[in-house]
């Protein structure tokens, strides 16, 4: 029997509706950007699994350091204890955090460390007294499937079940250059009327949204109300961190710096789950107490693993190396050049960019997306590259040590896809 026959028997996959969709592709191997199959078929891994592997899969230099750890301490507890790698990967962040990130508080992926940025703004106002109880967040926002990070993120038909349990929040649209004057109004309002512990976003580019994307100066000014009006800003840069948007991280093109972010994804390099989410020192001031209550009491058992932060720290180092630094310029660079060729095709609506994260949409009509999408799907699987389109966004977000060659192929494949919709 086949891996994809066996998978069948017990496996259960996530977002997935089994009935429509029951065969999963079995993958063996893993290298640098490309993906084999278990019938030896290649696929260049464009998005990065996820935007995850951004250093390339397997990559040497980080398992051989997570190989080393693995020999010297594996797992601990973190409550109570303490540990070199976690010590050093805070460290490395400091560094290169915006400049008003001072504290690190681990957890196992993006849903929980929004979870815990959630946590932050609502005990901080508690802490001081106040008993907020709302939540602004944007309306086509994504931040994870655990009950906070779903109630903050935009309606989905996908939620249905539990919208009758979720958090309060308010939501506002995107800055787009013409709309900041009305959203400054809608949020004095929300702020009049509500009890706003906090404001939750994807800074600059909304991943899950189709890589939607919008204006810097707006959300700004969204970000200076809230600072003004003791909101607490906390910047979900789980897929935008480390280096996509052609700088460490999003918030850094923001002159309003975010009192809490949540991390990870590409934190790991791909290697193993883990999250983070940071604050300011004003954040962490406010649970700092004789009184144990005023803690923060939320932790995970594999909470700062030490493998998890080792494979961190060589992430960061090599995200830091003039070679990925000039990759990200040369893949930015590359997807402007792409971006002049398609954006005057016929079946092209639009294109748009941030760093290294590319998106064209496509002309066509709102009712075939469904179709649409497994169309182009199995188009680019079938000539060995592996995109995952949006409704009908295609986007690119392949890892930093993509080749020429490698990164030529998917954007010939995207035009070849083009006469197929
Ligand atoms: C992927 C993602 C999450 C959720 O992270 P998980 O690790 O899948 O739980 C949250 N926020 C953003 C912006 C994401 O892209």
Known sequence: MTLQERDKKYLWHPLTQHKLHPEALAITKA?????????????????????????????????????????????????GFTHKPAIELSEALINILPKNQNKIFFSDNGSTSVEIGIKMALQYHFNHGNKKNTLIAFEDGFHGDTFGAMSVSGLSVYNGPFEDFFLKVERIPVPNGKNHDAILKT??????????????????????????????????????????????????????????????FASLHIETLPDVMCLSKALTGGLLPMALTTCSQKIYDAFYSDDIAKGLFH???YSANPLACTAALASIELLQTQTIQDSIKAITASHENFGNRVKNHPKVKSIRQTGIIFALDLDVEMQRYGNLRDKLFKFFMDNGVFLRPLGNTIYIQAPYV?????????YRVIEESLSIV
């Open 31 to 79: 290298k640098g950007c490309t993906l084999t199959d278990e019938n030896g078929n290649e696929y260049i891994d464009a998005i990065a699994s996820w935007y995850t592997c951004m250093y390339g899969h397997c990559n040497d230099y980080i398992t051989h350091r997570v190989s080393e750890q693995m020999q010297q301490l594996d797992q601990v507890v973190f409550s």
């Open 187 to 248: 949020l004095k309002v929300l702020a009049d009327n509500n009890e706003v512990a906090g404001f939750v976003y994807e800074p600059l580019v909304q991943g899950a949204a189709a890589m939607k994307m919008h204006n810097a100066d707006g959300l700004n000014q969204i970000l200076n109300f809230c600072k003004n009006n003791n909101i607490i800003t906390v910047a979900d840069e789980v897929m935008t961190g480390f280096g996509k948007t052609g700088k460490h």
């Open 299 to 301: 932790g995970h058992t």
């Open 402 to 410: 993509i080749t020429n060659q490698e990164l030529e192929k998917v």
